[in-house]
Antibody, heavy 120, light 110 residues
Framework: QLQLQESGPGLVKPSETLSLTCTVS??????????WGWIRQPPGKGLEWIGS???????YYNPSLKSRVTISVDTSKNQFSLKLSSVTAADTAVYSC????????????WGKGTTVTVSS | QSALTQPASVSGSPGQSITISCTGT?????????VSWYQQHPGKVPKLMIY???KRPSGVSNRFSGSKSGNTASLTISGLQAEDEADYYC??????????FGGGTKLTVL
């Protein structure tokens, strides 16, 4: 059974870079059928798609975050990662990783999410 | 890329049917049959309920159905049950391998 687990610091200072990793277990990140995505949810607000990556390394970002986001994949570790630079309090959210079906664009397996607070 | 528009809240009594709308543009909902719907209970992980507009994943009750007309997608829940009370989000493909979510709808079962 496929599982995704987010990890990384729960507290980041303003202007610094948020870094998270999603570890995939129970399946291969290198499957051509899937893409791997990051989604966030600020407290009391809705879901926001951050971006996605294909196992080949091709990346796709939310235009509103594109200038600050980098998503990468490490197939040897079955992990993919998120970096969000120049963070502010508005980036405080639960960050979740998910598996999506390539070409179908829905996400069927989600990690439990990790809370990241931006504060000095 | 603007968020899809959903009503902030809807409500219904047990046994009734409700519909949640999700309005986008000709660049997302209107151009692709790639809308998905997610159910999220408080503090829980989003659960896929509908994909590709009207398809149900294995294990999802047939009380949930999806449709689309023009730039608006809809999620209908029939035979409302207390356990359906949750937040619901639509999500659409928006071209160039990008996605856009709706603002979410809180469903209250009276």
């Amino acid at each position: 059974q496929l599982q995704l687990q987010e990890s990384g610091p729960g507290l980041v200072k303003p202007s610094e870079t948020l870094s998270l990793t999603c570890t995939v277990s129970g399946g291969s990140i290198s499957s051509s059928s899937y893409y791997w995505g990051w989604i966030r949810q600020p407290p009391g607000k809705g879901l926001e798609w951050i971006g996605s990556i294909y196992y080949s390394g091709s990346t796709y970002y939310n235009p509103s975050l594109k200038s600050r986001v980098t998503i990468s994949v490490d197939t040897s570790k079955n992990q993919f990662s998120l970096k969000l630079s120049s963070v502010t309090a508005a980036d405080t959210a639960v960050y979740s990783c998910a598996r999506g079906w390539w070409g179908h664009y829905y996400m069927d397996v989600w990690g439990k999410g990790t809370t990241v607070t931006v504060s000095s | 890329q603007s968020a899809l528009t959903q009503p902030a809240s809807v409500s219904g009594s047990p046994g009734q049917s409700i519909t949640i709308s999700c309005t986008g543009t000709s660049s997302d909902v209107g151009s692709y049959n790639l809308v998905s719907w997610y159910q999220q209970h408080p503090g829980k992980v989003p659960k896929l309920m509908i994909y590709e507009g009207s398809k149900r994943p294995s294990g999802v009750s047939n009380r949930f159905s999806g449709s689309k007309s023009g730039n608006t997608a809809s999620l209908t829940i029939s035979g409302l049950q207390a356990e359906d009370e949750a937040d619901y989000y639509c999500c659409s493909y928006a071209g160039s391998s990008t996605l856009v979510f709706g603002g979410g709808t809180k469903l209250t079962v009276l």
